[in-house]
């Protein structure tokens, strides 16, 4: 079995966004870049699997500018054989993206695309359904638990009223929940190690997607800020103010 | 044109969020239809006839949508999306998983999670976790657009008679199987529609210590959150995670106890009206949104918070 994940690069989560003053976006310069944090999940689960001995390869791609190469180098770092970056400048939406993933599937054959149920920059949450209708795959979502049968995942989703399980036939899209595993860290000779591992690059204009973005960003702003609060001295006065002041008790 | 919103139910019910979907969605244009996907679900289709904002219901039912796989669901939608400019649900975990893949087979760019309809075209929507607004315009001819709930009011639920017209079910498929859904059944009020909501973070310490939040939720009728750290170590269930990945709130009160108060925690809750902060750590983070931070040990500070509320004449429900 072979399994693709994609990877994406976006601020790090720990990174305070700033937007930009003349409200074209955010700001991006000399800021810290990671993986998506629940694209390490998809990753750790499928070298998880290739380590159990069901899946014999995992490639992970990556769709952006140069830059990107870096979110597939660490994928490689701990535990995926292959990586493909699609470059690409400028903005592109999920639909375009999982245009781009649907060839990359046509091309590489997996059994299974994993990735993380949505990142946390444009908060989409659509690239894996986007992709498991193109390619009239099953889709399960938001996965906290994967287990491999026979020919078919039996999933656990992490849904709000709880916990949903579905069976999947494979090939199967699975969309990545932070609780589906614990990532690890890649080892510093393993990082030294994935510098050797392939690394294709694919130029978007080859894949013959239309990438032109459909949606017009017209400005990005602050969000209305919190006014300042107070800090009171006792559980005493707390209570007080909620019922006095604010009311809400 | 008009406008086509998917309603979420649970053949019983029509599920709350689908009210302040109905709401947006009638921002955008008034001739709104519904339409309703189940297997016995005819009071459902009822109770939506009886929204006055609704129009009209569709109503397409049988066996093999009984657990609303998005599998299923979606060639229902495409094949009665014909005649509308919008496709509408709401962006809970129902709506997330379903209208990317019918907005991927229309091949249209889907606006996810809007907070407030500008015009029929033009969006405002949180990104980065709510660091920034974008105001964002759709150019597709058909529009797919997920509504984040808590940013819009729910719609009345009677004086309406919209009619109710049966249609065909689409082309099943055996892609998938339901297999079981574990619901946490509760007798609170739930998370994204209370009015009050107390939260506990990695600050509890154990999910024995969530009886401190319990014993106060009970005083206030309030709905109880959790940090992700929280469900991350074990002391409470997913369906309790307030943020980012998790659920959005906004309560008239929100008490976040032993919370620090990440961005993506901050994300699902500073839209609160009232926001409360215990914690110990007076430099963390969760004080800079909180209207009222009480910092204190929350092992002191909880018992004493409801020996308070016990002497108050009256609480709120």
Redesign the interface.
Known sequence: MKILVAVKRV?D??V??R?KEDGTG?VTDNVKMSTNP?DDNAIEEAVKIKESGKAKEVVAVTIGEDKAQETVRKALAVGADKGIHVKVDGII????V?KILQKIVEKEKPDLVFMG??A???????????????L???????A?KIEIKDKSL?VT?????????????IPSIVTC???LNEPRYASLPNIMKAKKKPLEQINVSDLGVDTK???????????PK?KA????A???E??Q???NE?K?? | MSVLLIAEHNNKEIKPFTLNAITAASQIDQDLHVLVIGHSCEAVAKSISEIPNVKKVIHVDDAVYENY???NF?PVVIKNSENYSHIICSA???G??????????L???????IIKVISAD?FLR???????????????AKKCITIRPTSFDPAPTTGGTAEIVKAEKAEA????????????KSDRPEL?TAR?VISGGRGMGSGDNFKLITAIADK?NAAIGAS?AA??AGYI???HQVG??G?VVVP??YIAVGISGA??HLAGM?ES????AINKD?EAPI?S????????DLFE?LP??LE??NK?NT??K
Do not use: H
Not at chain 1, 93 to 96: K, T
Not at chain 1, 136 to 142: I, S, V
Not at chain 1, 157 to 169: K, P, S
Not at chain 2, 126 to 140: E, L, M, Q, R
């Open positions: 601020i989560y720990n305070q966004v937007v955010v629940p939406e999920p639909l375009a999982s149920k949505q946390i920059d444009d908060d989409c949450n659509q690239t894996g359904q986007m992709l498991a209708a193109l009239n795959w099953p889709q399960a979502t938001f906290s039996e989703r992490e849904v709000d009223e709880g916990l949903e399980t579905i069976q999947t036939n929940d932070l609780r973005p459909r949606i017009e960003q017209i400005k990005v702003e602050e969000p919190r609060g107070i800090k009171v006792s559980v005493e707390l209570v103010k909620l019922k604010a809400v008790i | 796989l998005p599998e979606t809970n975990t129902f997330k998983n379903l209208m990317p893949r019918i907005a991927a087979l091949d249209t760019s889907q606006v996810s999670d033009t949180p990104i980065y976790a709510g660091n920034a607004f974008a105001t964002v315009k759709s150019t597709d498929s055996d892609l998938t199987k339901f297999i079981k859904r574990e619901e946490v994204g009050v206030l992700r469900v991350d269930t997913n369906d980012q990945t659920k008239d009160l961005i993506q500073k009206k009232i926001i409360v007076g004080f949104v909180a209207d009222y931070g009480l910092e204190a500070a004493q918070f308070e509320l108050l609480i709120q």
